[in-house]
């Protein structure tokens, strides 16, 4: 069995608006390393279902790809003890222009476990009730109904990526596709 690893020193190089950048210095089977570490608050996503079972997409710029990406709707807590739930509230008026009175609890997530701590947990949202989009002023976000068959085999052809997205789709489906349910 290999030995555990300790941290021997955690050391922040870069602060921006959502990340803290760290460099730890480990103990790992003996031998002395540095490895990445980045730092999110959290944050929470919606997967809203309107009255006829379509699921209401975001299509948004995101610079890291430099493309547009078809994704749920979500967003970073506003400080780092905010309820989950009450971001994802938020972000679902902010983004769809839409609001409910009650989230469902879907799955929980951590976006990329080898050098990052965000923490994601992704309601449904239905009985949805019209609003407006409350966008922050560099977003540029559309809107789209999409079947629950259509984003499926976005997933299965590789053309949807976003990993909160995959995951709610597929958790989605798992538990409400195929006429099971909709409790």
Known sequence: ?????????RELKYEGAILKIY???VMANGHEAHWDFIHHDGAAAVLPVADDG????????RNALDRQTLEIPAGKLDEPDEPKIECAYRELEEETGYRTEKLEYLISLNTTVAFCDEAIDIFVARNLIPSHQHLDEDEVIEVEPWDLEDLLELIYTGKMTDAKTVA?????????GSGKSKA
Do not use: G
């Open 1 to 9: 069995m290999a030995e555990s690893v300790v941290r021997l020193k």
């Open 23 to 25: 460099e730890d210095t």
């Open 54 to 61: 379509k699921i209401l997409m975001v299509r948004q710029y």
């Open 168 to 176: 709610a789709i597929s958790a989605y489906a798992a538990k409400y």
